[in-house]
């Protein structure tokens, strides 16, 4: 972590000057729907992964705006989690952004790549707060034994759009 320290605030210091997005109004059903993400447990458990992608393959159109979501998330469609965030209203996008890391965090064994750390720190719905920045930093060292830490340091010279 103390490897991590010097990016992570060199970090911050860039997501401070990024404008922030503003979400457009939704109507009361969409808004529902994405207020239950609120709610739910997100994992990446290979069983989960494995059911988005049977649904994926039978894709429909009138899916709601949390099953398209949750579908997005599992499948590590990072482009679209990011989209959809940044299209909802400040407050539940962020919500829902911070319910995803602090249940990815809390799990060792969350089945996120250090990929996938880095795409859902670009994904936050704008200013990466510290408190989101350590929970980022407690996925990396979940994935990544210390003495493997030369990975993160190697990707994070690559850098990423707000990290």
Not at 87 to 100: A, F, H, T, V
Not at 131 to 150: A, C, D, T, W, Y
Request: include cysteine.
């Amino acid at each position: 972590m103390r490897l991590l320290r010097p990016f992570l605030c060199a970090a911050l210091v860039l997501a401070a000057t990024l404008p922030a997005q503003q979400g457009a109004p939704l109507d009361a059903k969409t808004q529902q729907q994405y207020e239950r993400l609120l709610r739910h447990r997100y994992t990446r458990d290979l069983t989960e992964v494995f059911a988005a992608m049977e649904k994926s393959a039978k894709a429909d159109a009138r899916a709601t705006a949390d099953t398209r979501f949750l579908s997005a998330f599992r499948l590590g469609d990072w482009a679209q989690v990011r989209s959809e965030l940044a299209s909802l209203p400040p407050e539940l996008g962020r919500g829902i952004y911070d319910k995803m890391l602090s249940d990815l965090a809390e799990r060792p064994k969350s089945g996120v790549r250090i990929e996938d750390v880095f795409a859902l720190a670009d994904a936050a719905p704008g200013e990466l707060t510290d408190l989101e920045l350590r929970k980022i930093g407690q996925m990396l060292s979940q994935i990544v034994s210390p003495n493997e830490s030369f990975w993160i340091a190697d990707r994070m010279s690559r850098g990423t759009e707000k990290l």
